[in-house]
């Protein structure tokens, strides 16, 4: 029997040390043991970091709609599968069983094909937290079209960049979203985008919001009507382990987003191991993870993670303050969540609420509380623990990236002993390692440095799509041999990492992964904007926030300032989205360089910290005189 399923801290370490030493036959085990193959493979890793190739399961054939789907008829297929919560609490909830899904989403697939798509083809979703979206992810990956999600609060320009980078062919969107008490006309930001998008054909219109939109003719048909008439059953596609599974974008340290390919085996294998562990989910148990499907937790953890467990997975439509900033206690309290998967920038968005609302609910059902996203700082962590867990429930603070795929660093409930603000010990089979600057491994406890990977896991992301080379520079080139995470840690005298946070261009934002280069890019678009720089400093509730500083051109010079903030700030929005609107604007005239002419972010960063008092040394700059200036003006 192989260690499926791992009970107490002795059986942890025992079964990471088999991980380590015997990788291939502990990850062997697993995947024999517990998923449906067509066929086996032939070989179960082979990897090379420098090119960087990594292959998991060559050879073995699977469809993994069959393994969420499929396999569950058999026993659970009256089983909620998804659970929907709508945005407004008045709407009922929809439990949608085993049976039902794997119906709707053989009939997407089936509307799918009727449109043309074949495998390997790219499928751009852009949907609210609505079923369809779950059915729509499925439906691909039934046909081995490649889902492309892009998160329903990017902009059109955003969805466009997207889009046309990976060639999507069709569009599955709804006429719009509700948010809280606001409505979102997602398809007029589709028609946007598409105005720019020469290569999508067909647009699949979910009805939800029942506005009026305009359907073009020959390009957008109303879905319903389709699935209505289409055969419940559709053959699974047989898919190769390291066939695309999807493609997700990230932000980087360019103005292009990553386009992350994950593949289909090994994704699978781990992501359904780590949602057993991490969350201790037992066969009644209620799961509800936050995260919107548009990012990789939603992908990892709300569809493919759950439903290979045969879980019940939450789906929740709206936002944690509708119609008050009880509705996630609501909704706890209303379907009896057991684990509870959430990020802080929201915890700490309800503790500034207080516990009076909080403590009128009850919230017993409670085993597991998940954070994700960001570093979980100690004030969040103990409201976490004293208010929702009622000191009952561990947290799991779980430390991964769109990137891994899968959670790699995290205690595991009733196992791990937790410590707050620590990701604390590495998921089985995951060795990371810090190093420092010149690329030396600390080998040591109590060291910090960078958090790097050197061995490979099954849910890796395997390139970037159409972009080899950009993997290859962005994560395998900074330390030899090794995958480097962007992040910085620790490890406490026990082995306890803790993640202290992004060491290069990218900044989190409520949980959001920005790239700096990305919104100076848009900023740079505005007519008296000669030049910008963004660096993060600490929030209260986000986390980090956005600071920008800003240099005009001669005709922005008279130009009244809130002004220009506003209509930098609409740029923003047009560009990527909402999220990434800059809280602070300081103009001035000049940005501190380096002698190549590079902008030194650093000393910026401590200024939008307010900590000047160790800048280190600016007499290589070319333009040293610059900082005292713009400290002075600081906001
Ligand atoms: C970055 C990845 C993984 C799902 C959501 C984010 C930060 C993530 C933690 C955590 C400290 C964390 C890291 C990471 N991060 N979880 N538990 N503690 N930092 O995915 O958008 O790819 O962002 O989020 O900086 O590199 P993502």
Redesign the pocket.
């Known amino acids: 029997m192989s260690n499926y399923h791992i009970k107490h801290l002795e059986e942890y370490y025992q079964v990471y040390r088999k991980s380590v030493r015997e990788p291939h036959n502990f990850w062997e085990e697993i995947a024999e043991e517990h998923f449906l193959w067509r066929k086996k493979w032939d070989t179960v890793l082979s990897w090379d970091f420098s090119k960087p190739e990594i292959t998991w399961f060559e050879g073995a054939e699977l469809n993994i709609t069959e393994n969420c789907l499929d396999r569950h008829l058999a026993t659970r297929s009256d089983k909620t599968a998804l659970l929907f919560e709508p945005n407004n609490p008045d709407e009922p909830a929809q439990h949608i069983t085993y049976k039902q899904l794997y119906h709707q989403v053989n009939k997407m697939a089936n509307v799918l094909k009727s449109k043309g798509v074949r495998k390997g083809d790219r499928v751009c979703v852009y949907l609210p937290m609505i079923p369809e979206l779950a059915v729509a992810v499925l439906a691909c990956a039934r046909i081995g079209a490649i889902h492309s999600v892009v998160f329903a609060g990017f902009s059109s320009t955003a969805l466009a960049t997207r889009i046309n980078d990976a060639n999507c062919s069709l569009v599955i969107t709804s006429d719009g979203a509700y948010r809280g008490a606001k409505t979102i006309d997602l398809k007029g930001i589709v028609d946007d985008a598409l105005n720019s998008c020469p290569d999508v054909k067909t647009v699949l219109v979910v009805k939800r919001i029942h506005s009026k939109i305009t359907m073009k003719p020959n390009r957008d048909c109303w879905l319903q009507p389709l699935l209505d008439a289409a055969p419940n059953e559709a053959k699974a596609e047989v898919m190769k382990a390291e066939d695309p599974l999807f493609i997700l974008y990230?932000s980087g340290s360019t103005g292009k987003p990553k386009g992350m390919v994950h593949t289909t085996a090994g994704y699978m294998v781990y992501t359904a191991y780590t949602f057993k562990n991490v969350f201790q989910y037992k066969e009644n148990d209620v799961y509800w993870c936050t995260a919107d499907i548009g990012?990789?937790?939603g992908h990892s953890y709300i569809i493919y993670g759950p439903l290979c467990n045969g879980a019940t997975s939450v789906m929740f439509e709206g936002v944690p303050s509708y119609p008050d900033f009880g509705r996630f206690w609501d909704i706890i309290q209303k379907h009896k969540i057991n684990q509870f998967y959430t990020a802080p920038t929201a915890i700490r968005a309800l503790a500034k609420n207080g516990t009076e609302l909080i403590d009128t609910y009850n919230l017993s059902s409670l085993k597991v509380l998940g954070?994700?996203?960001?570093?979980?700082n100690e004030e969040a962590w103990h409201w976490y623990n004293d208010n929702v867990g009622k000191r009952k429930s561990p947290i799991i603070?779980?430390?991964?990236?769109?990137?891994t795929g899968g959670i790699m660093i995290s205690p595991l409930p009733y196992v791990t002993p937790t410590k707050p603000t620590y990701?604390t010990l590495p998921f089985i089979g995951i060795q990371p390692c810090i190093m420092d600057e010149h690329g030396t491994e600390l080998q040591n406890n109590q060291v910090e440095g960078r958090l790097c990977i050197k061995f490979p896991w099954p849910s890796m992301a395997r390139t970037i799509w159409n972009d080899h080379k950009r993997y290859k520079d962005t994560y395998f080139s900074t330390y030899k041999n090794m995958y480097f995470?962007?992040?910085g840690a620790l490890r406490d005298e026990v082995g306890y990492y803790r993640?202290t946070?992004?060491v290069d261009d990218v900044i989190?934002v409520s949980?959001h992964?920005l790239g700096t280069a990305p919104i100076e890019d848009a900023i740079n678009e505005h007519p008296a904007v000669s030049e910008s720089a963004i660096v993060g400093f600490p929030h209260e509730i986000k986390g980090h926030a956005l600071y920008g500083y800003v240099t005009l051109k001669e005709k922005g010079e008279s130009r009244d300032h809130n002004n220009l903030r506003n209509e930098i700030n609409q740029i923003i929005t047009e560009h990527i989205g909402p999220i990434a609107k800059l809280d602070k604007i300081q103009f001035t005239p000049s940005l501190p360089k380096t002698r190549s002419g590079k902008i030194m972010r650093r000393i910026l960063r401590k200024i939008a910290e307010k900590d000047t008092s160790n800048l280190g040394d600016i007499s290589t700059l070319l333009n040293p005189e610059c900082v005292q200036d713009i400290i002075k003006e600081a906001l």
């Open positions: 990230t990012w990789i937790t954070s994700v996203g960001e570093p979980i603070d779980s430390w991964w990236q769109t990137e990701a995470t962007g992040d993640i946070g992004r989190i949980g992964n």
